[in-house]
């Protein structure tokens, strides 16, 4: 098992930047892909960014690249993403999640945190 907590959303103004933090307990944090994903209200859940165990390979979803930036500690046992140039449309509960292995896809994620709101306002 693999609990998640994230952290660092709120309320940011457009333009604004926010970093969310994800800290990881149980199995050995550096044996898994880590994912950031969203939410926002009457849609679905959708993938933001991965990034491999040893922090060498990062994939991104194309509405982010540019602007947000996925990165990890494994010393910390702590996944981050840093997100800029922040939009209303970002406004979302994004949830950070461990996959099994070592591919960084967005896709066959097997632990979930519990999310933390993101709100742009304009």
């Known amino acids: 098992q693999v609990q998640l907590v994230e952290s660092g959303g709120g309320l940011v103004q457009a333009g604004g930047s926010l970093r969310l933090s994800c800290a990881a307990s149980?199995?050995?944090?550096?044996?898994?892909?880590m994912g950031w994903f969203r939410q926002a209200p009457g849609k679905e859940r959708e993938f933001v960014a991965a990034?491999?165990?040893?922090?060498?390979?990062?994939y991104y979803a194309d509405f982010v690249k540019g602007r947000f930036t996925i990165s990890r500690d494994n010393a910390k046992h702590t996944v981050y993403l840093q997100m800029n140039s922040l939009k209303p449309e970002n406004t979302a509960v994004y949830y950070c999640?461990?996959?099994?292995?070592?591919?960084?896809?967005?896709?066959?994620?097997?632990?979930w945190g519990q999310g933390t709101q993101v709100t742009v306002s304009t």
């Open positions: 999640a461990a996959r099994s292995g070592h591919l960084v896809v967005p896709y066959g994620y097997d632990y």
């Open positions: 149980g199995r050995t944090f550096s044996s898994f892909a």
């Open positions: 990034i491999s165990w040893s922090g060498a390979s990062t």
